[in-house]
């Protein structure tokens, strides 16, 4: 008898309702929930392939510990622990806690438990040393409000927009900016009238649908976003009200925007004037919006000011939620909020944390350096790593594979944990087999947690939703969810975690005795929330709780704090940009001639496992290049070719894109096989971390390297 349940598709942070059909455990057939609200329904092709994800025939279903000779063999999971645990203690006891890291990536997205336990284990043995991924995602987010300070309202929410600029960044694929059903919120949004401006060097699936797409050289984010701020300050776009009560500085970023002409910055970006001039007088016209940068602004160099500079056009333009408006994302699995319509002072984005031993990079407001990880383990002397906890997939993900690899094979403790035998765990000492999808309880903690650190994520309307695990792991599996590692490491240690929420400084002791379950884990997350915890549960297909709609509150009248439109490290940086020789800068030459850049692919995330490659498309990731580039380069679709930086060279499947600027590579990172391994870049694509380097023009405050705007050369093979 088969039944069908709702639960959340977590392959990606959209966290889409989905309904299972279980057929004795087994999961059958997965689709959108259409009794869940916001989401109408929606699910990706990758959703609708999770029955292939639970059935992977190459499925970790036990934990592996590396052989002398390099081969893995299964060990028991807790023999495995306890062998972990007594290596742990010798490595802390000889080389102290600061040798011990950890490291979280996308996985946590699946399993929400994980950050609040590893993190706990690391607090305990006194270590500093946790990174994640986020500083090697859009960390320039929360370094560029640091800067600039916050308007505590918060943002103005879509639905209320006269225009919306998105630059470098793709929700239609990405669920960036739209993480629930984003095709339909995207047509719903220009059906009211929003006017769309994207900045994408390639007509993207957003940009199809916006009302002025300017196609930009890559890497030219922060010349445009100045020639904007210009422009807008020239025409008389200033709401000088708002900036005299909120900001100080105007005067000062006046003049350091002069040399950013609309001729000039057309010349240097590659945009029509006309264009550029369309754009700043939509934004200088409208009375409420919003401007968000995506991974093409964060990868490519320049993402600090770039983001920065829009947080800049923002206060000049009052575009921050007003008094009485609904708050964007009101917190239901979060602690309660109470917004003003006020400004908050910038406060330091580094200079309270860790430092690290390379680069001269620390700790800074989006966390610890991850670029800065490899090198701390490579780097010998008092601190280095030498244990490292691994929930990613760093081996795809991870800047300058050769480098990573390296680092990962010299760790004298290295642990993850996985549903296969990916290139990352191919480089471990210990792999912990892991629980997926449907095995592992729902919290959408995560969407809105998301929402903290960057204004892409989070829920339109206070949504919330807290499932069970559907099926138990297959039988005879010896599997667990990633938390646990850790909790007991720390039994075997002796140690007493506490794990408590992230948002309370309240002591929250785990009990050491008996192993609690996810969903104690879970509730532990939502200590505080504005909404119980037990009122989600109330809600098999989650629920929109109206109650916990917020609303701006105008501000305190005794406020004084200020927004800051002249940092002195950005008026910098921008002296700085418009003195540089641009050609220099964009490094491309003859031997170098077109510029590499990131693009997600819908049905691809990250690096994480592709069920159902094959039909979904998956099996390698395309370098795609506009059909007069392949003409020049001689290539025809379907070919291989070699790209080639200046730090490294790939094979790759070459397709046409019309819709890509000339003189542009665009390509998805997450694909190839472990470096040892035979390249086979028609079943397992190739890895674009062969091409970037970890200190190649690296943001100085969290230390992400170039990613995007590389130049590269293209060969036929
Ligand atoms: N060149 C280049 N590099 C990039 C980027 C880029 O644009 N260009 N983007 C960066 C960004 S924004 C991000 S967020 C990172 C993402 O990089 P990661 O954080 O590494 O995320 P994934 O690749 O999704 O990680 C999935 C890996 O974790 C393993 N895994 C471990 N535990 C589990 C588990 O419990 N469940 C599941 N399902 N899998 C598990 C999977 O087998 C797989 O190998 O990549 C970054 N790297
Ligand atoms: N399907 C799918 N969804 C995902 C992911 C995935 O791998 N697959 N990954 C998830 C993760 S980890 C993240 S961080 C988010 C990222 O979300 P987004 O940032 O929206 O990611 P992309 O869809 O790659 O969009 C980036 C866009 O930037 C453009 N671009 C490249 N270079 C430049 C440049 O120099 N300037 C400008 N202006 N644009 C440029 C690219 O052409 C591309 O259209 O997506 C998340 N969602
Ligand atoms: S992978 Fe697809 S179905 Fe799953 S959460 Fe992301 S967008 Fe939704
Ligand atoms: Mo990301």
């Known amino acids: 008898m088969s039944e069908v349940r709702p639960s959340t598709c977590r392959i990606c942070s959209a966290y889409c309702p989905v309904l299972v059909t279980l057929d004795q455990g087994k999961v059958l057939k997965v689709e959108g929930n259409p009794k869940a609200p916001l989401y109408d329904g929606y699910t990706c092709p990758k959703g609708r392939a999770l029955p292939a994800f639970h059935n992977n025939p190459d499925r970790l279903l036990h934990s592996m510990k590396r052989q002398p000779d390099g081969s893995y063999l299964p060990i028991a999971t807790d023999l495995a622990i306890a062998e972990i645990a007594e290596r742990l203690k010798e490595i802390v006891a000889q080389h102290g806690p600061r040798s011990v890291a950890g490291f979280l990536g996308n996985p946590g997205v699946e399993q929400v438990a994980t950050a609040p336990v590893m993190m706990s284990l690391l607090r305990a043995l006194g270590s500093p040393m946790f990174f994640s991924m986020a500083t090697l995602d859009q960390p320039n987010t929360k370094v560029a409000d640091a800067l600039h300070g916050v308007w505590e309202g918060g943002r103005m929410r879509p639905e209320t927009l006269d225009v919306m600029l998105i630059a470098g960044g793709n929700p239609v694929i990405s669920k960036q900016y739209f993480g629930q059903n984003p095709g339909m919120r995207l047509k719903e949004l220009v059906r009211r009238g929003t006017q769309l401006i994207v900045i994408d060097p390639r007509r993207s699936e957003t940009a199809r649908r916006a009302a002025l797409h300017l196609q930009p050289i890559p890497g030219e984010d922060a010349v445009i976003a100045a020639g904007l701020v210009h422009l807008v300050i020239a025409s008389g776009g200033v709401d000088s009200q708002f900036v005299e009560q909120n900001a100080t500085g105007l005067a000062e970023l006046t003049r350091a925007v002069e040399r950013f002409t609309p001729d000039y910055v057309a010349a240097r970006a590659g945009v029509p004037e006309a264009d550029l001039r369309k754009a700043a007088a939509i934004i200088a016209r409208a009375k409420r919006g919003n401007i968000g940068t995506g991974t093409g602004v964060s990868m490519t160099g320049r993402g600090t000011l770039t983001t920065y500079l829009y947080n800049c056009l923002q206060t000049l333009r009052g575009f921050w939620a007003q008094d009485g408006d609904e708050m964007l994302c009101s917190p239901v699995l979060l602690p309660p909020a109470s917004p003003r319509a006020q400004p908050r002072s910038p406060f330091p984005a580094t200079g309270f944390g860790e430092k690290m031993r390379v680069r001269g990079l620390e700790q800074s407001v989006a966390g610890m350096p991850a670029a800065a990880l490899v090198d701390e383990i490579l780097t010998p002397g008092e601190g280095q790593i030498r244990a490292l906890f691994m929930h990613a997939g760093v081996m795809r993900t991870m800047p300058d594979e050769a480098r990573t690899h390296r680092a990962m094979r010299s760790l004298d403790l290295l642990v993850t944990h996985d549903v296969e035998m990916s290139p990352t765990a191919q480089t471990a000492d210990y792999v912990i087999a892991s629980k997926i999808a449907f095995e592992i309880p729902v919290l959408s903690f995560l969407v809105e947690l998301n929402s903290v650190f960057h204004q892409g994520y989070g829920y339109s309307d206070p949504?919330?939703?807290?499932?069970?695990?559907?099926?138990?792991?297959?039988?005879?599996?010896?599997?667990?969810?990633?938390?646990?590692?850790?909790?007991?490491?720390?039994?075997?240690?002796?140690?007493?975690?506490?794990?408590?929420?992230?948002?309370?400084?309240?002591?929250?002791?785990?009990?050491?005795?008996?192993?609690?379950?996810?969903e104690d884990i879970h509730a532990f997350i939502a200590a505080g929330s504005a909404i119980p915890l037990e009122r989600l549960a109330q809600y098999p297909d989650g629920h929109v709780f109206d109650e916990a709609r917020v609303h701006v509150a105008p501000r305190d009248t005794a406020c004084t704090e200020r927004l800051d439109l002249a940092n002195a490290d950005m008026i910098a940086e921008l002296a700085e940009l418009a003195a540089e020789n641009a050609a220099l800068s964009r490094g491309t030459n003859f031997e170098y001639p077109l510029l590499l850049v990131p693009k997600r692919m819908q049905n691809a995330t990250n690096g994480i496992y592709r069920a159902e490659a094959e039909r979904l498309k998956v099996r390698t990731n395309p370098a795609f290049l506009h059909p007069s580039d392949m003409a020049a380069f001689r290539l025809v679709p379907g070919a291989m070719a070699r790209l080639s930086s200046r730090h490294g060279s790939i094979e790759v499947v070459v397709e046409a894109d019309r819709d890509l600027r000339p003189g542009v590579v665009a390509i998805a990172h997450g694909f190839g096989r472990h470096p040892g391994a035979t390249p086979d870049t028609r079943s397992f694509g190739a890895n674009v971390n062969r091409l970037t380097a970890l200190d190649d023009d690296f943001d100085r405050y969290s230390g992400i390297p170039r990613m995007g705007a590389i130049p590269v050369s293209l060969t036929p093979v």
């Open 463 to 518: 949504f919330g939703s807290a499932q069970p695990a559907l099926v138990e792991p297959p039988a005879g599996s010896d599997v667990v969810d990633a938390w646990r590692v850790y909790y007991r490491i720390a039994r075997e240690l002796g140690i007493q975690l506490d794990c408590g929420s992230m948002f309370s400084s309240e002591p929250s002791p785990i009990d050491m005795v008996n192993e609690p379950s996810t």
